[in-house]
């Protein structure tokens, strides 16, 4: 273990000792007749961080992400050295920027969950099946690829969002998430746009970005992927557009299909430009 | 109903220029083609989601703004079909209602089939000035009965905003809860009543 990943390893008690009493703090003032206010619940985040200092539990994943990103694993016993995110065999630094975005050996524009699975599988020989099987982890059950991801895009930060729109796939990919964002079913008819299309809206207490407004796009999308205090977990955004059609009373879209890569696509090209500042840490 | 049966309403029956957004159509059809590739049913949430009712196919197809001929034929269907209460008995128990403004509960794949439904409001709407945690989507609904009385037609027209939305307005962003089968004849009861009574938080 580098010295660095020890130094991870003795906050790791600490952080989540913290971040479980958060989440009960959040869930206990919500239980009661009224949800906790903004005002408090924003306490409750500003002391969480301020009994952080700069820390994020978004480290830990990320740690453990680098350590799974080293290791030899699968059934081919490889590491992920030879995985190409975009820039290279291996290169990390600042791939996730650049994503999504065609690649060719795959012939299909992936966002970087996509692509970490396809070099899981090609270089690893791990089954599509496996890898979808349990993508979003619990306490119980946590999720390499949740921690992957949290590697990558750690090393991602301060770069500039510059997904390529070069291609008629990549420009293809970005219609199709633009249209996908307006698409109103379901038994509430509800789209994206129903949340998201308006400025300063919320859901009870959350606020509700803009995301047919850039600002608000760059603001959202440079947070994540982000570690959610209240479920005391790393998530992907992948996760977060599934969660979205959850609670759209949508069917549950396929891990990594090409709806939820469009949508992610449409996302990132709106943020272009946004220097990447995550992963953040969310209610 | 499918798209190409809207296009057809708007072209004969309105004599609109629907040229124009066919490339629209074949945008709304390349996604709902994605949609149908790319979803899966997963508990009371079944692929049957997707598919698009007359309102839905235009609202999607002329961005929540479809010309207001179009507008008022299909408002008068979703008014037609508003079945309102035995007996003209709009008011239930405010408390029950209550119960039900505050759960955003049900219809979710995570919801078990035998979780109930609740009616959403403070998701969108502030209503009771106790409640703090509101949402801003939909308007204020504070008071709601003490500023408005509660006069025979308001009475009608708070059922069907309830059951219906988009029988008054569209494209509205506010969920048919009636006409969709999210709430029953009993549970829009005693939202009313938590909308209308006077003993009602809202109303106090």
Not at chain 1, 104 to 120: F, K, N, S, T
Not at chain 2, 33 to 45: C, L, Q, W, Y
Not at chain 2, 89 to 98: A, I, M
């Amino acid at each position: 273990m580098k010295p660095s990943s020890r130094k991870t390893g003795r906050r790791a008690q600490k952080l989540l000792r913290a971040g479980a009493a958060v989440a009960a703090a959040l869930a206990v003032a919500g239980a009661g007749a009224g949800q906790p206010t903004a005002a408090e619940t924003q306490a409750e985040i500003e002391r969480y961080r301020a009994m952080l200092a700069e820390d994020n539990p978004a480290e830990l994943y990320a740690a453990r992400g680098e350590e799974l990103w080293n290791t030899p694993r699968g059934p081919k016993q490889a590491a992920l050295a030879g995985c190409d995110l975009g820039l290279g065999p291996g290169v990390v630094a600042g791939a996730y920027a650049q994503t999504p975005r065609w690649f060719a050996d795959a012939g299909r524009v992936m966002d970087i969950e996509a692509r970490l699975a396809w070099c899981m599988e090609t270089l690893q020989g791990f089954s599509a099946a496996d890898i979808a099987a349990r993508p979003f982890g619990s306490e119980d059950h946590k999720s390499d690829m949740e921690a992957l991801v949290a590697y990558v895009v750690t090393a991602s930060r301060g770069y500039p969002i510059a997904p390529s729109q070069k291609l008629p796939q990549e420009r293809a990919a970005y219609a199709l998430g633009k249209s996908l964002f307006a698409l109103r079913a379901g038994p509430y008819d509800f789209s994206c746009q129903t949340c998201h299309s308006q400025d300063g809206k919320r859901i009870r207490l959350q606020e509700l970005p803009n995301l047919t407004r850039r600002e608000d796009v760059r603001r959202a999308y440079t947070g994540w992927p982000a570690y959610r205090v209240s479920q005391g977990e790393f998530r992907t955004m992948q996760w977060r557009i599934n969660d979205c059609f959850r609670q759209q009373r949508f069917p549950q879209p396929k891990y990594l299909s090409e709806t939820v890569n469009a949508l992610i696509t449409y996302l990132a090209v709106e943020a272009t430009g946004a220097t990447y500042n995550g992963p953040a840490m969310k209610r | 109903m499918s798209i190409r049966i809207s296009v057809a309403i708007c072209a004969l029956l309105l004599g609109l220029p629907c040229a124009p957004a066919l490339a629209d159509d074949a945008a709304l059809r390349t996604a709902l083609e994605a949609a149908r590739r790319d979803f899966e049913a997963r508990g009371p949430a079944g692929l049957d989601r997707l598919d698009l009712d007359a309102v839905q196919t235009v609202c999607n197809r002329w961005a929540n703004n479809p010309p207001s001929e179009l507008q008022s034929l299909l408002q008068a269907e979703q008014l037609a079909a508003v079945k309102y209460p035995e007996g003209g008995n709009y008011l239930g128990d405010w408390k029950k209602g209550e119960a039900l403004a505050q759960s955003g509960r049900g219809l979710t794949w995570s919801d078990g089939a035998k979780v109930a439904t609740g009616g959403n409001c403070y998701n969108c709407h502030e209503l009771a000035s106790t409640e703090l945690a509101y949402g801003t989507l939909g308007p204020s609904l504070a008071r709601y009965g003490q500023r408005r009385g509660r006069s025979p037609d308001l009475l009608r027209y708070t059922w069907a905003k309830i059951y219906n939305a988009k029988a008054s307005s569209l494209c509205s962003n506010m969920p048919r809860f009636g006409h969709s089968g999210a709430l029953g004849e009993a549970q829009i009861r005693h939202i009313m009543a938590y909308l209308f009574d006077p003993q009602s938080p809202v109303n106090r």
